[in-house]
């Protein structure tokens, strides 16, 4: 089994990549909102409980984890993730890193009788 972590810098993308992970095979996702060092190190500490807004939007990502069976689906993911948010490896998309993983329980087999 692998782990997949996708952080998903459009959050506005997310309907569209899980479907289009759906049709990867991907039946299910822990989803997270997070920021990175970068955004914060670049924005201003909100003061949103002294008083009302002023209009400003805090700017986050969206953190994705999977749980899949073999690398044909991590590689199957990545290729619905980079149709939806377009090459990886430019500014602004995200990012996608799998690891295979030794020990993991309380996920439903998906192969009969595993």
Known sequence: MFM???????PDLLD??????ENAGIRGATIVES?????????????RYLFQSSGA???GH???FVIVEN????????QATEKIVTDLDGPNT????????????????RVPGG
Do not use: Y
């Not at 997949?4 to 459009?10: A, G, P, Q, R, S």
């Open 57 to 59: 939007v805090e700017e």
């Open 35 to 47: 920021t990175g060092i970068q955004r914060l190190k670049h924005q201003n500490v909100p003061m």
């Open 71 to 78: 690398e044909q689906i991590v590689r199957a993911c990545l």
């Open 4 to 10: 997949i972590m996708l952080v998903l810098d459009n």
């Open 62 to 64: 969206l953190t994705l």
């Open 94 to 109: 995200g990012v996608f890193a799998a690891w295979p993983l030794s020990i993991v329980r309380g996920v439903p087999s």
């Open 16 to 21: 569209q990549l899980l479907a289009s992970w």
